[in-house]
């Protein structure tokens, strides 16, 4: 049986109660025998500088290099709200994805059929929806040069951010959303601007390339991004995976995540590139932050955090098929009418973080 080694980072707020979920969930696979896990924990955000002053330790660093996958449930708080800037929470999880040279961000947006009617769209529109977006997650316009504010001197000023993408870097993020939709749908959607800007004029020119040389048996559509947003609202059934850079996939992806009703519910994965085996640095992580209106009372969602132990399952170790069996379990526990708060909508009661996480867990020992 093969054995992996998660380092868990479980940071700050709600963290430490939905990564407890996920260690429950763990076991039932490695009791059915189909892998076995080894949990590392670490600290990270506020919960890292409380204890050694850093965002992250340097020994930390270290073992997320080390580990099969890194999974980080949510940094931040009010509490470090005051903390020097280079050592504020989110600077450990930008390190993280730094230093592991996590380039591709996937953010699928799965409308449980249960939850259709948590949506802000019509039960129609969204139901049975599942799109991925891969949005290109450490270039573009947040880390181009030159950024800066100059001042003009004549009581103005002048803001600038710089887009700026070589051609390696489209043509990693597009494999990524190529080798995807083969799993999937078997379409890729890509999405930038080329009609005001350069960066989007070669970012579809690489996406063409790539495709007509590597992938003609995928389906590829090009669409502008402000049309794409318009069509994420109207009919986002017509999509299977987006890819799209930086900036655009932070706005496209937040949009595809409402449509799906909770903060709660999403999962991420952000991988870097695949070494000479094949195998790729990756971490896992919900959507959501760390929740400080409700940590400590026992009532987040842990959906997002397994959701993203699911995807370690299906991207970091071959076992799409475990994953699977996770994402019905969570399924049938909605189908089932048990809801945390977040998501209680009509129903009369709900259940804590907990009672949550074991009912995936009696929903999954019925099926592996
Ligand atoms: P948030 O995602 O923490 O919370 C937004 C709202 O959604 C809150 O009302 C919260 O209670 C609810 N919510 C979030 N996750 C939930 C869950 N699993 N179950 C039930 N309800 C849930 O965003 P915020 O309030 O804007 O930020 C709070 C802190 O988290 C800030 O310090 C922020 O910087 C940080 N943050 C961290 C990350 C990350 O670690 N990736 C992401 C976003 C925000």
Redesign the pocket.
Known sequence: MASYNIFLLP?D??GPE?TAEVEKVAKVISDAGLASFEFEKGLV?GSAYDAHGKAISEADMARAQAADAVM???????KWADVPYDVR??AG?LRLRKDLGLFANLRPAVCYPALADASALKREIVEGLDIMIVRELTGGVYFGEPKEIIDLGNGQKRAIDTQVYDTYEIERIAAVAFELARKRGNKVTSSEKHNVMKSGVLWKDVVTELHRKSYPDVQLDHMLADALGMQLVRWPKQFDVIVTDNLFGDMLSDVASMLTG???MLPSASLGAADANGKRKAMY??????????AGKG????I??IGSFGMALRYSFGLGQAADLIEKAIADVLAAGLR???IKGEATTSISTSAMGDAIVTALKKSV
């Open positions: 940071g707020g709600i939905v955000g980080l449930a949510a940094v931040g708080g009010p929470p989110e999880l909770s903060l709660g992580e919900p959507v959501h932050g760390s929740a400080p209106d409700i009532i987040a969602n842990p997002a955090m945390t708060a977040d």
